[in-house]
Protein backbone atom coordinates (compact mmCIF):
# COMPACT_ATOMS: atom_id res chain seq x y z
CA UNK A 1 0.00 0.00 0.00
CA UNK A 2 3.05 2.18 1.04
CA UNK A 3 4.49 1.80 -2.22
CA UNK A 4 1.13 2.25 -4.30
CA UNK A 5 0.63 5.77 -2.35
CA UNK A 6 4.38 6.68 -3.16
CA UNK A 7 3.94 5.77 -7.10
CA UNK A 8 1.05 7.90 -7.07
CA UNK A 9 2.67 10.77 -5.43
CA UNK A 10 5.42 10.94 -7.89
CA UNK A 11 3.39 10.51 -10.87
CA UNK A 12 1.41 13.51 -9.32
CA UNK A 13 4.86 14.84 -8.96
CA UNK A 14 5.73 13.98 -12.48
CA UNK A 15 2.94 15.66 -14.31
CA UNK A 16 3.17 18.84 -12.52
CA UNK A 17 6.91 19.09 -13.34
CA UNK A 18 5.73 18.26 -17.45
CA UNK A 19 2.50 20.32 -16.95
CA UNK A 20 4.36 23.68 -16.36
CA UNK A 21 7.16 23.24 -18.45
CA UNK A 22 5.35 22.76 -21.50
CA UNK A 23 1.39 23.31 -21.00
CA UNK A 24 1.23 26.23 -20.04
CA UNK A 25 2.06 29.62 -21.61
CA UNK A 26 4.24 32.09 -21.21
CA UNK A 27 3.40 35.52 -20.07
CA UNK A 28 3.31 38.43 -22.21
CA UNK A 29 6.34 39.76 -20.08
CA UNK A 30 8.83 43.02 -21.22
CA UNK A 31 11.55 40.67 -22.06
CA UNK A 32 9.62 39.60 -25.74
CA UNK A 33 10.15 42.64 -28.20
CA UNK A 34 7.47 45.05 -28.10
CA UNK A 35 4.55 46.02 -31.14
CA UNK A 36 6.44 48.48 -33.04
CA UNK A 37 9.65 47.46 -31.85
CA UNK A 38 12.81 47.16 -35.09
CA UNK A 39 13.71 43.05 -35.31
CA UNK A 40 16.98 42.67 -34.46
CA UNK A 41 19.28 41.75 -37.98
CA UNK A 42 20.35 37.98 -37.91
CA UNK A 43 22.35 36.00 -40.36
CA UNK A 44 22.55 32.30 -39.90
CA UNK A 45 23.04 29.00 -41.27
CA UNK A 46 20.31 27.36 -43.43
CA UNK A 47 19.73 23.66 -43.88
CA UNK A 48 21.05 23.85 -47.61
CA UNK A 49 24.40 25.71 -45.49
CA UNK A 50 23.96 28.79 -47.28
CA UNK A 51 23.94 31.85 -44.52
CA UNK A 52 20.59 33.70 -44.77
CA UNK A 53 19.78 37.42 -43.20
CA UNK A 54 16.83 38.96 -42.00
CA UNK A 55 16.99 41.58 -44.50
CA UNK A 56 17.97 39.32 -47.56
CA UNK A 57 15.24 36.79 -46.41
CA UNK A 58 12.11 39.53 -45.98
CA UNK A 59 9.18 39.51 -48.16
CA UNK A 60 7.41 42.35 -49.96
CA UNK A 61 4.80 42.35 -47.75
CA UNK A 62 6.20 41.50 -44.72
CA UNK A 63 8.36 38.62 -43.01
CA UNK A 64 7.79 36.18 -40.40
CA UNK A 65 10.02 34.37 -38.15
CA UNK A 66 9.42 31.97 -36.18
CA UNK A 67 11.09 30.04 -33.38
CA UNK A 68 10.65 26.49 -33.59
CA UNK A 69 12.49 22.70 -33.39
CA UNK A 70 12.63 19.23 -34.37
CA UNK A 71 11.38 17.74 -31.05
CA UNK A 72 9.10 19.50 -28.79
CA UNK A 73 5.56 18.02 -29.34
CA UNK A 74 3.75 22.10 -30.09
CA UNK A 75 6.24 22.36 -32.58
CA UNK A 76 5.74 19.32 -34.54
CA UNK A 77 2.02 19.39 -33.86
CA UNK A 78 2.23 22.96 -35.82
CA UNK A 79 4.73 21.96 -38.39
CA UNK A 80 1.59 21.00 -40.75
CA UNK A 81 0.28 24.47 -40.47
CA UNK A 82 3.58 26.25 -40.51
CA UNK A 83 4.25 24.85 -43.83
CA UNK A 84 -0.05 25.20 -45.15
CA UNK A 85 0.36 29.38 -43.68
CA UNK A 86 3.52 29.65 -45.43
CA UNK A 87 2.81 28.08 -48.81
CA UNK A 88 -0.83 30.40 -48.83
CA UNK A 89 0.84 33.63 -47.37
CA UNK A 90 4.33 33.52 -49.48
CA UNK A 91 2.19 33.50 -52.77
CA UNK A 92 1.27 36.81 -51.44
CA UNK A 93 4.63 38.61 -50.41
CA UNK A 94 4.91 37.74 -46.86
CA UNK A 95 7.84 35.62 -45.97
CA UNK A 96 8.38 32.98 -43.67
CA UNK A 97 11.43 31.92 -41.64
CA UNK A 98 11.72 29.53 -39.30
CA UNK A 99 14.75 29.59 -36.77
CA UNK A 100 15.97 26.35 -34.31
CA UNK A 101 17.19 28.23 -31.09
CA UNK A 102 17.91 25.29 -29.07
CA UNK A 103 21.50 24.17 -28.03
CA UNK A 104 22.23 20.53 -29.54
CA UNK A 105 24.31 19.80 -26.86
CA UNK A 106 21.00 20.02 -24.76
CA UNK A 107 18.96 17.93 -26.71
CA UNK A 108 20.60 16.30 -29.83
CA UNK A 109 17.56 15.92 -31.78
CA UNK A 110 17.94 19.59 -32.72
CA UNK A 111 21.57 19.22 -34.00
CA UNK A 112 21.88 20.23 -37.80
CA UNK A 113 22.04 17.13 -38.90
CA UNK A 114 18.57 16.17 -37.99
CA UNK A 115 17.46 20.11 -39.01
CA UNK A 116 18.67 18.90 -42.50
CA UNK A 117 16.69 15.54 -42.35
CA UNK A 118 13.73 17.42 -40.76
CA UNK A 119 13.64 19.84 -43.62
CA UNK A 120 13.82 17.34 -46.33
CA UNK A 121 11.57 15.04 -45.07
CA UNK A 122 8.66 17.64 -44.47
CA UNK A 123 9.92 19.70 -47.99
CA UNK A 124 9.72 23.23 -45.97
CA UNK A 125 8.82 25.85 -47.97
CA UNK A 126 11.09 28.53 -46.42
CA UNK A 127 14.62 28.35 -44.43
CA UNK A 128 15.11 26.36 -41.58
CA UNK A 129 18.05 28.28 -39.66
CA UNK A 130 19.91 26.78 -36.90
CA UNK A 131 21.02 29.17 -33.67
CA UNK A 132 22.00 26.43 -31.62
CA UNK A 133 23.82 29.48 -28.85
CA UNK A 134 20.17 31.01 -28.75
CA UNK A 135 21.48 34.73 -29.31
CA UNK A 136 18.03 35.13 -31.89
CA UNK A 137 15.85 34.16 -29.89
CA UNK A 138 17.58 35.84 -26.76
CA UNK A 139 17.08 39.12 -29.26
CA UNK A 140 14.05 38.63 -29.94
CA UNK A 141 12.88 37.61 -25.80
CA UNK A 142 11.49 34.24 -27.62
CA UNK A 143 11.09 32.00 -25.01
CA UNK A 144 9.10 28.96 -26.38
CA UNK A 145 8.84 26.93 -29.08
CA UNK A 146 6.62 27.90 -31.57
CA UNK A 147 6.89 31.18 -31.47
CA UNK A 148 5.87 33.71 -34.10
CA UNK A 149 7.46 37.55 -34.77
CA UNK A 150 5.43 38.67 -36.97
CA UNK A 151 7.50 41.68 -39.07
CA UNK A 152 6.33 44.71 -41.78
CA UNK A 153 8.13 45.98 -44.85
CA UNK A 154 10.00 48.14 -42.23
CA UNK A 155 10.96 45.16 -40.61
CA UNK A 156 8.67 45.77 -37.21
CA UNK A 157 7.07 43.79 -35.33
CA UNK A 158 2.91 44.12 -35.94
CA UNK A 159 2.18 40.46 -34.38
CA UNK A 160 4.09 38.29 -30.96
CA UNK A 161 2.91 34.69 -29.85
CA UNK A 162 1.23 31.84 -30.39
CA UNK A 163 -0.46 30.37 -34.14
CA UNK A 164 -3.76 29.70 -32.72
CA UNK A 165 -5.40 28.55 -29.50
CA UNK A 166 -5.45 24.97 -29.65
CA UNK A 167 -2.83 21.98 -30.95
CA UNK A 168 -5.40 20.15 -32.26
CA UNK A 169 -6.88 21.45 -35.50
CA UNK A 170 -10.24 20.49 -35.20
CA UNK A 171 -10.13 22.38 -31.40
CA UNK A 172 -8.80 25.59 -32.83
CA UNK A 173 -11.50 28.62 -31.89
CA UNK A 174 -8.86 31.45 -32.73
CA UNK A 175 -6.29 31.31 -35.70
CA UNK A 176 -4.65 34.38 -34.17
CA UNK A 177 -1.55 33.99 -36.51
CA UNK A 178 -3.98 33.59 -39.80
CA UNK A 179 -5.69 36.98 -39.38
CA UNK A 180 -2.57 38.62 -38.32
CA UNK A 181 -0.93 37.59 -41.78
CA UNK A 182 -4.27 38.32 -43.71
CA UNK A 183 -4.35 41.95 -42.22
CA UNK A 184 -1.15 42.47 -43.05
CA UNK A 185 -1.19 41.34 -46.63
CA UNK A 186 -4.24 43.78 -46.91
CA UNK A 187 -2.09 46.97 -45.67
CA UNK A 188 -3.98 47.21 -42.76
CA UNK A 189 -1.37 45.77 -39.94
CA UNK A 190 -2.86 48.39 -37.19
CA UNK A 191 -6.27 46.26 -37.62
CA UNK A 192 -4.28 43.40 -35.91
CA UNK A 193 -6.22 42.57 -33.13
CA UNK A 194 -4.69 40.91 -30.64
CA UNK A 195 -1.78 42.24 -31.54
CA UNK A 196 0.16 39.81 -28.89
CA UNK A 197 -0.55 36.58 -27.25
CA UNK A 198 0.56 33.97 -24.97
CA UNK A 199 2.72 31.15 -26.73
CA UNK A 200 3.02 28.07 -25.50
CA UNK A 201 4.66 25.03 -26.20
CA UNK A 202 8.39 24.00 -25.13
CA UNK A 203 11.01 26.16 -23.07
CA UNK A 204 13.51 27.04 -25.63
CA UNK A 205 16.96 24.86 -24.49
CA UNK A 206 19.36 27.94 -24.44
CA UNK A 207 22.82 27.11 -23.92
CA UNK A 208 24.50 27.05 -20.52
Request: proline share 5%; with cysteine; net charge positive.
Amino acid sequence: MKSRRNYLILTAMTLGVLTSAFLFPRNISAAALQIGATAPAFELKNVDEKLVSLAGAAGEKGTLVVFTCNHCPFAIAYEDRLIALAKEFQAQGINFIAVSPNDPLLQPKDGFAEMQQRAKEKSLPYPYLINEDGSVAKAYGAARTPEAFLLDTELKVVYTGRIDDNTEVKDVKVNDLRNALTKLVQGKPGDIDPKTTAAFGCTIKFRK
